[in-house]
């Protein structure tokens, strides 16, 4: 049953792959179409993943050997089946929203293309999740790395859009090299490419093998310093899809690095060291990066890269505990990971898309244009505070449990018997509060700038709200991250796990409606009911204007001076003068501006070695027939000799 | 649930309210004394409070629902945070009711909300009041959670009612280390609860305030709740530094005369914190606010060292 | 008769006492407070000695703790407050290499480091109680924190101070882990030379026969008892 299910859901992502490229006129009944097959099979890929994960088995599905050691194989787990789910709900919201969004996009038929690659682009994660060997992995590993630069390039004529894609294009196959490496050197270990367990493998090929694979998924999931094609692939891309990379596809990194880690490897104390201190660095990193942003999707991408530094945490943190002995608290530390990867996805998705309705209304990205909105987009505007305050890891909303989870990890940790490991997971305790609570500072910001006092243009000022299906969408997802939050330890002991030191939130949701009640009642009955109108207070001003507002600059000001030595502002001025005393001005430039650190001092070096290498090998490259022909024949030659020698 | 935290949970929110604003005009009242002046009557918060209650609320134009709802979600939160707290009577922990992580995340929810209310009028005031808050707010979160982090060392739970019925069991300190915490416990008061040298409670001084310019636009029975929630915050972490340093006299057992005797003490021992505050308060100029972070750095190695001569010595 | 575990966690949080006032002395700003808080650091040397008298009972732990209230306690405080009223420098607000709140952080990275490094080296000494391992530690620590004010300080008085803050580290270490007996006289010996590093000092600023340093702090209004020239 399962397995038929989980195969008519491919065929319908692959009905919504084909329709839309198959009748190609510019039609809105075709696009609806299509995305209507990738809800329908989102839901049926939903059913086998929940059935799964409540306990009914794994599923192994026969394998597909057209030639020798190449197979594609399949198997559903509960690992599989969770992050299954996960892509099923996301990727139906995504489209119920994307269907009225995309009928507002420019480019005609092109979005006939948009909307097949999408169905590709889900049908490509589903597969790389649901892979049973590293062969198949790698092989829908690729696909969804080619299907998301389609989707990327979307609007391939804007220029800022084509650097962002070749960004996105080199990054992403950056991580699908080291992704090759890692599982050729697993290979090489064990001769298979089965996802078994490494039992007698030489430890530099397992050591090698990890470090390989970790930095290609940690490219892929955007963890500091390879993230930067995150703050550019999401501005440059659709909502939706943005919606989907940073929800789903970053998440699907992080599935990898858990099956590895889980299935492969036996992990060392170091690797969960390794993993723990770039997830901390990205959390912190990511949140301060994201403060400072004013470009709206932007600061999403950035609060991607925190909440996936969160999730590398955990993992590390499982790893370390894992290997200290305490096999309770490391379940617990992965359990937030794994929790964390679900909700990340759901408010972050929720975000983008409201997001992208928020762009859609006023035409601009920058939150200094925006402001007044929840007067002119009241829906929209609730819906987008639920997210931030389910991303500000606020109670009683999901960000919250997850974080608990991890925090609880962390505090049980005490009796962790290293008293130096000890040290280390108290330092990274105090930057993850650190992040949380920045977080909060940031998303305060978001809503507060977007969504609050008075609009600061007039596009912002002429906003209206969205249509009904484009509220839909975010609308589940909302209620999603209630619901999970507030049932969280529910949730958790139906999955099989109770954990006896976890606060039953329901309780606390509960005893906060029953104190709102109260509070509401006593206020309501005590005190008059008159309420009126009149002016903010402006120090006397008469008239108040948007220009005198707290602006989104102005709100992170504090935390910016505050962790300059981080942003690394150069101030550069440059003065001539007419006299040799310099006292006399003649003429200057003054600059300041932000230092892109990892671009100038780590991507740049890298690229211009690459560009010095290509350089010399293009010099056998001539564009002459004959020296080709030269090149064949050596060849053939060198092989002869080869065979010769060999035989 | 037993009847036992049922009535647990009537007296110590009841008491809280009732006590709360008496701290609040207690401080007042020490500050105005080393300044030389008479100052209000102790009781003046509950007068405040009470024609606050009476008078209409004004809203801005361009204030929306985050506006309105602000005070009473603030007020909930932080009401929920009180029952985390026991201020006399510590029964068994139920439904993890206690938990430290929760309790702070409580806090930032009351918080999350106020500044958004800031930002909600469009008023200059409001916007540096919330930025200035979410700021500190942030830096201040790896002290008080490493600070949280060494109470759960050195009782062995993180739950604060674990943690108060084992000091309540030794009546005195269960380790000198306590004493350490105690002085890390009281900055973070100081920072939560917007005090003197991170704050001003007593100006609307465009230039110190950070608190009061967020809670600007609130006026009426919103103001009053505003004001109340803060009032109940300072005293939730006044009664946090007694119970864990002079637990003496806090009940385990629900009994009439228990809980009126701990009640008195509390009181008195509250008192006394107050007074400290107000002098400490006083005798602190108002740091500049770029100078903060470098004091918060301070508090943080200060809790950090505890933690590491905890964990090694 | 006071409980050991109750001594041990009073030793403990004297510990915290000695590293707040080193990272004090290291980034402090007012001199006059400097000088007071290295009195109150060997003080807390001289309690700490006492209480480990109650732990042990060797009596050489009070002869340590009497000679070191005499001096650092008392003379050597007394001798710089007296210099200190006589120049006009009252602030050492310059620093190298380290900003005052980094050295709040390298201070805790060298505790860190240092206890690394202690633990491989005392790994083959087999089993060791933890207090006084630590109280060995930090000895060092003290030490190292000692020499960042040495070399992060501008003032010669705030020099001074960080090398007396230095030789505190190593009574600290002495009183943990050395064979006291010997200690004692290397200790004292170091304490002459510290004095007598300090007399010198104290003749370079009191003695007027050096005409020559007297005229200098004059011309740069540096001496308290000249009249204000406006």
């Not at chain 1, 090489?188 to 090698?208: E, K, N, Q, V």
């Not at chain 2, 005090?195 to 967020?214: A, F, Q, Y």
Request: hydrophobic share 60%.
């Amino acid at each position: 049953m399962i397995q038929e299910l989980f195969i008519a859901a491919l065929l319908f992502f692959g009905a919504g792959f084909v329709l839309p490229l198959a009748v190609r006129s510019d039609r809105r009944i075709v696009r609806t179409a299509s995305y209507a097959c990738t809800i329908l099979a989102s839901v049926l890929l939903g059913i086998p993943a929940i059935a799964v994960l409540l306990g009914s088995g794994t599923v192994i599905f026969p394998a597909y050997a057209p030639a020798g050691l190449f197979s594609i194989a399949f198997v559903i787990d509960r690992l599989a089946a969770f992050f299954l789910l996960l892509i099923a709900v996301v990727s139906a919201c995504v489209a119920l929203y994307a269907i009225e969004y995309s009928e507002h996009l420019d480019g005609g038929s092109r979005r006939n293309l948009l909307c097949g690659c999408t169905s590709l682009f889900i049908l490509a994660m589903v597969l790389v999740v649901a892979s049973a060997n590293t062969l198949s992995f790698f092989f829908f590993w690729e696909l969804m790395a080619a299907a998301s630069f389609f989707l990327v390039m979307y609007e391939y004529d804007q220029p800022a859009t084509s650097r962002a894609g070749i960004f996105y294009f080199i990054m992403t196959h950056l991580s699908t090299v080291f992704v090759m490496l890692g599982i050729i050197l697993l290979w090489l270990g064990s001769g298979s490419f089965a996802l078994d367990h490494l039992a007698d493998t030489p430890s530099y090929l397992a050591t090698g093998s990890f470090l390989a694979l970790f930095t290609g998924f940690a490219i892929k999931s955007g963890i500091i310093p390879f993230h930067k094609w995150l703050p550019y692939a999401h501005p440059a891309s659709p909502s939706p899809i943005s919606a989907l990379m940073s929800a789903v596809m970053l998440k699907v990194a992080v599935y990898g690095l858990l099956r590895f880690l889980l299935d492969v490897f036996s992990p060392e104390l170091w690797w969960g060291a390794l993993i723990l201190v770039f997830g901390t660095a990205s959390a912190v990193l990511g949140v301060i990066y994201a403060l400072k942003e004013h470009d709206l999707k932007a600061m999403l991408a950035y609060s991607s890269i925190e909440n996936i530094g969160i999730i590398f945490m955990g993992i590390g943190l499982y790893i370390v505990l894992g290997t200290a002995g305490l096999p309770f608290l490391a379940t617990i530390a992965l359990l937030g990971a794994l929790f964390h990867s679900l909700n990340h996805a759901l408010f972050k998705s929720l975000l983008f898309l409201t997001a992208g309705s928020v762009i859609h209304a006023t035409h601009t990205r920058d939150i200094e244009h925006m402001g007044g909105l929840v007067h002119r987009m009241p829906k929209t505007g609730a819906l987008f505070c639920t997210g931030a305050l389910a991303i500000a890891a606020l109670p009683p909303l999901n960000g919250f449990a997850s974080e608990l989870l991890l925090f609880i990890a962390f505090f049980e940790s005490v009796t962790v018997v290293e008293p130096l490991v000890k040290v280390f997971l108290f330092l990274c305790l105090a930057l993850f509060a650190l992040t949380s609570a920045l977080s909060a500072a940031c998303f305060v910001k978001a809503f507060g700038s977007v969504f609050l006092g008075m609009p600061r243009s007039p596009e912002s000022a002429g906003a209206h709200e969205v249509p009904a299906l484009m509220l839909a969408g975010p609308g589940i997802l909302a209620a999603a991250c209630v619901v999970l939050g507030l049932f969280a330890f529910q949730v958790l002991t139906i999955a099989g796990f109770t954990i006896p030191v976890m606060p039953d939130i329901f309780l606390i949701g509960l005893l906060l409606l029953m104190m709102l009640v109260l509070t509401y009642a006593v206020a309501f009955f005590a005190s008059p009911r008159t309420s009126r109108v009149s002016g903010t207070w402006g120090c006397g001003t008469h008239f108040q204007e948007a220009g005198t507002e707290y602006s989104g600059h102005g709100f992170s000001e504090p935390l910016d001076i505050i962790f300059s030595p981080l942003y690394r502002t150069r101030i550069r001025n440059e003065r001539t003068f007419f006299d040799e005393h310099g006292a006399i001005f003649k003429s200057g430039t003054a600059e300041i501006r932000l230092l892109r650190v990892f671009e100038e001092y780590l991507y740049l070096p890298v690229a211009r070695q690459f560009y010095r290498i290509a350089g010399a090998v293009a010099k056998i490259q001539n564009n002459c027939l004959d020296t080709y022909m030269l090149y064949v024949f050596v060849t053939i030659l060198t092989l002869l000799v080869f065979l010769g020698w060999s035989a | 649930m037993s009847l036992d935290f049922i009535i647990y949970l009537i007296i110590n929110t009841a008491f809280i309210l009732l006590i709360a604003p008496l701290f609040a005009g207690l401080i007042r009242k020490v500050k105005a004394w080393t300044q030389g002046r008479q100052g209000p009557p102790v009781l003046q918060q509950y007068y405040n409070l009470a024609k606050l209650f009476r008078k209409e609320i004004i809203y801005s134009p361009h204030a929306s629902w985050i506006m309105r709802a602000t005070p009473l979600v603030n007020m909930a939160a932080i009401m929920v945070a009180a029952l985390f707290v026991p201020l006399v009577f510590v029964p068994e922990p139920v439904g993890g009711i206690g938990n430290i992580i929760l309790f702070l995340y409580l806090l930032a929810l009351a918080r999350f909300f106020m500044a958004l209310a800031g930002l909600d009028a469009g008023s200059s005031f409001g916007g540096m009041g919330s930025s200035r808050e979410m700021s500190i707010a942030a830096i201040i979160e790896p002290t008080t959670i490493i600070v949280f982090a060494a109470l759960a060392i050195v009782f062995k739970s993180f739950n604060i009612f674990v943690m108060f019925a084992s000091s309540a069991a030794t009546g005195a300190l269960t380790t000198p280390t306590i004493i350490l915490i105690g002085i890390s416990l009281f900055i973070i008061l100081i920072v939560e609860t917007s005090r003197i040298p991170v704050d001003n409670p007593e100006t609307h001084l465009e230039l110190t305030m950070i608190h009061e310019g967020m809670i600007l636009e609130q006026t009426g029975r919103n103001l009053a709740l505003m004001e109340l929630s803060a009032a109940v915050k300072l005293t939730l972490l006044m009664a946090l530094m007694i119970n864990l340093i002079i637990p003496a006299g806090l009940a385990v057992t629900l009994t009439a005369a228990g809980i009126f005797i701990a009640a008195i003490l509390f009181i008195l021992k509250g008192s006394l914190l107050a007074v400290i505050i107000g002098l400490f308060e006083s005798s602190m100029a108002k740091k500049r606010f770029f100078q903060l972070p470098s004091l918060f750095a301070m508090a943080f190695f200060f809790s950090t060292l505890i933690i590491i001569i905890e964990v090694f010595a | 008769m006071i409980e050991s575990a109750f001594v041990a966690g009073l030793v403990r949080v004297l510990f915290v006492c000695i590293i707040i006032t080193a990272v004090y002395i290291i980034s402090a700003r007012n001199l006059l407070s400097i000088v007071s808080v290295y009195a109150v650091q060997s003080l807390t040397l001289v309690v700490i000695a006492l209480l480990l008298y109650l732990l042990e009972g060797a009596p050489v732990l009070i002869a340590i703790a009497a000679i070191t209230f005499a001096s650092k306690v008392l003379i050597i405080p007394y001798f710089i407050a007296t210099i200190q009223e006589k120049i006009r420098i009252k602030r050492d607000i310059q620093f190298h290499f380290l900003s005052p709140t980094s050295s709040l952080f390298v201070s805790m990275g060298l505790m860190l480091l240092v206890y690394i490094v202690l633990e491989r080296v005392m790994a083959a000494t087999g089993d060791r109680d933890n207090l006084f391992f630590f109280g060995a530690v930090l000895g060092i620590s003290l030490m190292l924190m000692g020499m960042m004010v040495t070399f992060s300080r501008k003032r010669a008085l705030t020099k001074i101070l960080g090398f007396l803050s230095m030789e505190n580290g190593v009574l600290l270490f002495g009183l943990f882990v050395t064979e006291l007996p010997f200690i004692i006289e290397f200790l004292i010996v170091i304490d002459l030379i510290i004095l007598v590093l300090l007399t010198t000092i104290l003749t370079v600023g009191l003695d007027s026969t050096l005409e020559d340093y007297h005229k200098r702090l004059h011309r740069f209004h540096l001496w308290e008892d000249e009249v204000e020239v406006r």
